[in-house]
């Protein structure tokens, strides 16, 4: 299951990384306060929003838009792509194609 895509997946998983990591608050997503994310090194905020966004991806199958820290994440199935906001400002929109 997940999102349908022809680009190869972990293209876009690192595109979807890079957004993810400029939504305020996006490790509230798991549930983590800021001073436990700050307390991870560099590796492991890395493995973090790798699983986040490994998450979102699949989790957008279900819910075409998911809430991340002060963000929305979005997907447009007729469009074939992911949009990342944060604050109501559009981050990234990632092509799935």
């Known amino acids: ?13 690192e595109e979807l990384m890079s ?4 939504v305020d608050n996006f490790y509230q997503f798991v549930e983590m306060t800021q001073t436990h994310w700050q307390s991870l090194d560099i590796s492991e905020q890395v493995e973090m ?11 957008l199958e279900l819910e075409a838009n998911i809430e991340l820290g002060s963000g929305l994440v979005s997907y447009d199935r007729a469009n074939h792509t992911i949009t990342v906001s944060s604050n109501d400002q559009l981050v990234k929109q990632i092509s799935l194609v």
Request: glycine share 8%; no cysteine.
């Open 1 to 13: 299951m997940g999102v349908k895509h022809s680009r190869e997946y972990t293209i876009i998983i």
């Open 49 to 59: 929003t790798r699983t986040i966004a490994d998450d979102l991806l699949y989790g």
């Open 19 to 22: 957004a993810v990591m400029q």
